[in-house]
């Protein structure tokens, strides 16, 4: 059975820290992984993977797959209140997409 | 703008109506999908519509209908027979090449049988 583990599930840390979300998976067909931010409503798209070991970067994110041990990770440094959201990795196998449960991040001032 | 435009953004249901969740994109995207999200839990596939006329169950479809008469929309309804309706319901489209380049989602519906 295709699945998608999230870990932590909910993380507290203060503004500035630099925190770490996990991703694992074990899909058939593996495409691509792709992780999003949802704060109130609507997912909004981060970062999409395909190619292990090269990160991407948006500013103080960034993003690493590895297709070998089958995960990744988000890194978020200086964090900011505004960084505080649920975190959703979806790892892509044939025409759909393997949703995680989320890492719900909340940074306090 | 283009963009998917989900409504209402609050619904309230009594046990045994069937309630539809409306669906509607301008960015000409061929697929089309409803997911629903429960609390700790992801993100769970109950239909998608590749083209036009054509709909396939996900994961999670009994107690769901959908129909795709036009391109533009994707209408969900939750009929009496779903036991938990409770939740929030997010549309999503894509191009063909979903996979690649991902989705691009709705504000969602949040539902709440009363």
């Known amino acids: 059975e295709d699945k998608v583990v999230q870990s932590p599930l909910s993380l507290v840390v203060h503004e500035g820290d630099t925190v770490t979300l996990n991703c694992s998976y074990e899909?058939?067909?593996?495409?691509?992984l792709l992780w999003y931010k949802q704060e109130k409503k609507a997912p909004t798209f981060l970062f999409m993977l395909t190619s292990s070991g090269i990160e991407k970067k948006s500013g103080r994110l960034s993003s690493i797959l590895d297709k070998k041990e089958l995960f990744s990770i988000l890194n978020i440094t200086a964090t900011q209140t505004g960084d505080s959201a649920v975190y959703l990795c979806a790892v892509a196998h044939g025409q759909n997409f393997v949703f995680g449960p989320g890492t719900r991040l909340s940074v306090l001032p | 703008d283009g963009g998917i435009t989900q409504s209402p953004k609050y619904l309230f249901r009594k046990e045994g109506q069937n309630v539809t969740l409306s669906c509607e994109q301008n960015?000409?995207?061929?697929?089309m999908y409803w997911y629903r999200q429960d609390p700790g839990q992801g993100l769970r596939l109950i239909y998608y519509s590749q083209i036009v006329n054509d709909f396939q169950k996900g994961d999670i479809a009994e107690g769901y209908s959908v129909s795709r008469e036009k391109k533009e929309s994707f209408p969900l309804t939750v009929t009496s027979a779903q036991k938990n309706p409770t939740a929030f319901y997010l549309c999503a489209s894509s191009t063909d090449h979903s996979t690649v380049y991902g989705y691009t989602f709705g504000s969602g519906t949040r539902l709440t049988v009363v």
């Open positions: 960015l000409n995207h061929d697929a």
């Open positions: 899909v058939t067909n593996f495409r691509s």
